[in-house]
Each structure stands twice: as structure tokens, then as C-alpha cells.
């Protein structure tokens, strides 16, 4: 471990701040994630300081209630139902040289409420998985969980995130990306390039917003009908629409995560068809429960295969700490990656969490080497 990430006072244990919600679209799965980690993370080892971000953007001091984190009765948790204060906030010093936190009020001193020693961001989608989290850290000078600002930008832009899998010769499925200039400026324009490329691939299509995640705003398109509504619900999410063509084949993910010898990956899963579900959208990730198969049924050579593409793909895309690789296994054999999640859901029915365990590794275990490893490495350029 680095001697200028441990606490300054002899004794103290390092303190995490485990900061979520956010802005995004996927603001509640983030307070289901930090729920679990914070249920998780070794109290006896790390002091621990829950940072929520409301869907304004505003930093809040919040309780530290696992329970109160749940999907419960299908109702989604957020910050605001957690903040101590509504009106409270949580400032970060952008000094490098100091790593406090400071609580403001209207009409009241500021209070400072100590250092943070690392934080755990588990915000997932814009503002906060796409490195602009990252780029505030790094200006901070606070050492941080998971992918530097590069590598989390690469790996929320599904677009920049095929053309660098491709630069390192991976395998990538075909796709084509409307902007969101083409898309105001030219609309017959950008569809008719839509079904041009459907006409070449085939259809169904899958119109995605580039920049989210959770299968928010996905539409599985059957026909020419359906493409301005696919359009307008993934322009609902973000104004770049990313479109890819349907693979068939088995769906297949696989878990990197760093020790101190390098990235390793873990046993692969494979995610099933669920019930009515077109494909594995937000209601069957996250509401209906469904679940994987750990260790994923393909062959040993295929289990190596996925493996040391996952590997290549977190090397790719200059990732730091964890990453969850997901894939195609066609029908012919072989495999295409879809994408990256350089912060993948941490929720009880996560996958991520689920490989680690079945390669033996648990999830407080998890926890703690995600933490060490950030504890580890250098702030600035690396």
C-alpha cells in the first residue's frame, strides 16, 4: 500500500466515504448498490462515512441505513428519503493537500467532519461513472475505487467503447451511432441511415441511449414502425442514440477485478432468458429477480476464451480496480463483446458480486480488495 494514502494519525483506521444516487437515470440502483456495500464493507477495519448525491446534484449528509436502500414492493430508494437535512450540504476541498470534508447550512458555521482517506463511488451512468466523478477526485487528490477518468469515460460511451475494442482487435458486433445534430438537423436523414443499416444487418434492432446503463431507455425494434419511438425513449436518456444489430446466441458475463499481481477474471455467468422479457431490460434485473447461472455451462476452452477477453478488454481500455465484461456466445461459437461497466450494480442479485463468490472470493472480501487497491495506488497521473 502506498504510505501516502494511509491515515496521517498513527491508529486511525481509513475512512471511506461511500458516495451515491447522482443524477442519472439509474439514481436508485446506485442507493441499492451502496445499501449493499455499505451492509458488506469490515466496520472493525474502515471507518465509514455514507455521501449521497440527489438527483439535483447537491451533496447530503445521509443515514446510514442499509435497510432503508431496497427495492421494497417495488417502490426505488433515494437519496432525498435518506438525507439528514434538507438543506445540508456535503462540500469536497478541491486541495490536494487536504482530503476534508466540510457540512454547510444556510445561516450556520461551516463544519468540518474530518478526512476521507479514499472513496468508494458507486454511482452508475453520467455524472459519476463517466469520469467526471473521477476528474473531481483526481483534482482532490483523494484516491478513489475503480477506473481513472479515461477508462470510465471509454466505458459509459458504448460508441468510443466499440471503436477502442476494435483499435485492440477485439470482437465487436455491427453498429451504427446517431448524433444528437444529425438527429434535430436531419431526421430523414439519420433514419433512413438506420434502416439502411437494417437492411444490411437485418432486423430486430436495438436502439440504445450511448451513455446509460441498467437497460434504461432500450427498445427492441421489430420494424421500420417502431423506430421513432426507440428513438425518442433512448433520446430521453441521453441526445446520442448508439443502434446494434441483434446477435443471436447466449448471453455471457464475466468479472475482472485487480490484485496486487495484476487483473484477474473470475468464474463466467451465463444470463438466461427471463420469463416474458424481450431481453435483460431494468424490470428483469432489478424487479423481477432474475438470476444467472455461476459457472456459466459452456466448455473449459470457451471458459478460458471469455476469460482472457475480459482481461483484454479491462487492459484495452486502461481500466483500474474491477470491470464486468459482457458478451455474445453465438450460435457459431464464437464470442462478441457488448460492452463494459467499469462500476457494475453491487445489488443482491448482482451478477458481478455472484462470479467473485463462485471463484472464491466473498463479498466482504470483495469490498475490502476493492478499497486496498485504491488505497494502493498513486494519485495523479499513473
Given at each position: 500500500?502506498?504510505?501516502e494514502?494511509?491515515?496521517?494519525?498513527?491508529?486511525?483506521?481509513?475512512?471511506?466515504?461511500?458516495?451515491?444516487?447522482?443524477?442519472?437515470?439509474?439514481?436508485a440502483?446506485?442507493?441499492?448498490?451502496?445499501?449493499?456495500?455499505l451492509?458488506?464493507?469490515d466496520?472493525?477495519?474502515?471507518?465509514?462515512l455514507p455521501?449521497?448525491?440527489?438527483?439535483?446534484?447537491?451533496?447530503?449528509?445521509?443515514?446510514?441505513?442499509?435497510?432503508?436502500?431496497?427495492?421494497?414492493?417495488?417502490a426505488?430508494?433515494?437519496?432525498?428519503?435518506?438525507?439528514?437535512?434538507?438543506?445540508?450540504?456535503?462540500?469536497?476541498?478541491?486541495?490536494?493537500?487536504?482530503?476534508?470534508?466540510?457540512?454547510?447550512e444556510?445561516?450556520?458555521?461551516?463544519?468540518?467532519?474530518?478526512?476521507v482517506?479514499?472513496?468508494?463511488?458507486?454511482?452508475?451512468?453520467?455524472?459519476?461513472?463517466?469520469?467526471?466523478?473521477?476528474?473531481l477526485?483526481?483534482?482532490?487528490?483523494?484516491?478513489?475505487?475503480?477506473?481513472?477518468?479515461?477508462?470510465?469515460?471509454?466505458?459509459?460511451d458504448?460508441?468510443?467503447?466499440?471503436?477502442?475494442?476494435?483499435?485492440?482487435?477485439?470482437?465487436?458486433?455491427?453498429?451504427?451511432?446517431?448524433?444528437?445534430r444529425e438527429?434535430?438537423?436531419?431526421p430523414?436523414?439519420?433514419?433512413r441511415?438506420?434502416?439502411?443499416f437494417?437492411?444490411?444487418?437485418?432486423?430486430?434492432l436495438?436502439?440504445?441511449?450511448?451513455?446509460?446503463?441498467?437497460?434504461?431507455?432500450i427498445?427492441?425494434?421489430?420494424?421500420?414502425?417502431?423506430?421513432?419511438?426507440?428513438?425518442?425513449?433512448?433520446?430521453?436518456h441521453d441526445?446520442?442514440?448508439i443502434?446494434?444489430?441483434?446477435?443471436?446466441?447466449?448471453?455471457?458475463?464475466?468479472?475482472?477485478?485487480?490484485f496486487?499481481?495484476?487483473?484477474?477474471?473470475?468464474?463466467?455467468?451465463?444470463?438466461?432468458p427471463?420469463?416474458?422479457?424481450?431481453?435483460?431490460?431494468?424490470?428483469?434485473?432489478?424487479?423481477?429477480?432474475a438470476?444467472?447461472?455461476?459457472?456459466?455451462?459452456?466448455?473449459?476452452?470457451?471458459?478460458?476464451?471469455?476469460?482472457?477477453?475480459?482481461?483484454?478488454?479491462?487492459?484495452?481500455?486502461?481500466?483500474?480496480?474491477?470491470?464486468?465484461?459482457?458478451?455474445?456466445?453465438?450460435?457459431?461459437?464464437?464470442?462478441?463483446?457488448?460492452?463494459?461497466n467499469?462500476m457494475?450494480?453491487?445489488?443482491?442479485?448482482?451478477?458481478?458480486?455472484?462470479m467473485?463468490?463462485?471463484?472464491?472470493?466473498?463479498?466482504?472480501?470483495?469490498?475490502?480488495?476493492?478499497?486496498?487497491a485504491?488505497l494502493r495506488?498513486?494519485?495523479?497521473?499513473?
Amino acid at each position: 500500500m502506498s504510505s501516502e494514502n494511509l491515515p496521517t494519525s498513527p491508529g486511525r483506521k481509513p475512512r471511506v466515504a461511500v458516495v451515491f444516487g447522482g443524477r442519472s437515470s439509474e439514481h436508485a440502483i446506485s442507493v441499492v448498490t451502496a445499501g449493499a456495500v455499505l451492509r458488506a464493507i469490515d466496520r472493525t477495519k474502515y471507518d465509514v462515512l455514507p455521501i449521497g448525491i440527489a438527483g439535483d446534484g447537491r451533496w447530503v449528509l445521509t443515514a446510514d441505513a442499509p435497510e432503508r436502500m431496497a427495492i421494497t414492493d417495488r417502490a426505488l430508494p433515494s437519496v432525498d428519503g435518506l438525507a439528514e437535512s434538507a438543506e445540508g450540504s456535503v462540500v469536497l476541498s478541491a486541495d490536494p493537500t487536504s482530503r476534508e470534508i466540510v457540512y454547510t447550512e444556510p445561516s450556520s458555521v461551516p463544519k468540518a467532519l474530518g478526512e476521507v482517506d479514499v472513496v468508494f463511488p458507486v454511482l452508475h451512468g453520467p455524472y459519476g461513472e463517466d469520469g467526471t466523478l473521477q476528474g473531481l477526485l483526481e483534482l482532490a487528490g483523494v484516491p478513489y475505487v475503480g477506473a481513472g477518468v479515461l477508462a470510465s469515460a471509454v466505458g459509459q460511451d458504448k460508441e468510443y467503447m466499440k471503436r477502442v475494442f476494435t483499435s485492440f482487435g477485439l470482437p465487436v458486433g455491427p453498429y451504427t451511432v446517431v448524433r444528437p445534430r444529425e438527429w434535430d438537423g436531419d431526421p430523414a436523414g439519420a433514419r433512413r441511415r438506420i434502416v439502411d443499416f437494417a437492411a444490411e444487418h437485418g432486423w430486430p434492432l436495438f436502439v440504445k441511449p450511448a451513455r446509460a446503463g441498467s437497460s434504461i431507455g432500450i427498445t427492441k425494434v421489430e420494424d421500420e414502425s417502431g423506430l421513432d419511438a426507440a428513438v425518442a425513449e433512448a433520446r430521453r436518456h441521453d441526445p446520442k442514440v448508439i443502434v446494434e444489430s441483434l446477435l443471436t446466441g447466449r448471453e455471457i458475463e464475466c468479472g475482472v477485478l485487480e490484485f496486487e499481481d495484476g487483473p484477474r477474471a473470475s468464474a463466467p455467468a451465463w444470463i438466461p432468458p427471463v420469463g416474458d422479457h424481450d431481453f435483460y431490460d431494468f424490470e428483469a434485473k432489478y424487479i423481477d429477480s432474475a438470476s444467472g447461472v455461476v459457472p456459466a455451462p459452456i466448455t473449459p476452452e470457451q471458459t478460458a476464451e471469455v476469460q482472457r477477453l475480459a482481461v483484454a478488454a479491462f487492459e484495452a481500455a486502461s481500466c483500474e480496480g474491477l470491470v464486468r465484461a459482457d458478451f455474445f456466445l453465438t450460435d457459431e461459437g464464437r464470442f462478441v463483446i457488448n460492452e463494459i461497466n467499469t462500476m457494475p450494480g453491487f445489488t443482491p442479485i448482482s451478477m458481478y458480486p455472484r462470479m467473485w463468490e463462485a471463484s472464491g472470493v466473498d463479498y466482504p472480501e470483495l469490498i475490502d480488495r476493492l478499497v486496498q487497491a485504491a488505497l494502493r495506488r498513486p494519485t495523479g497521473l499513473r
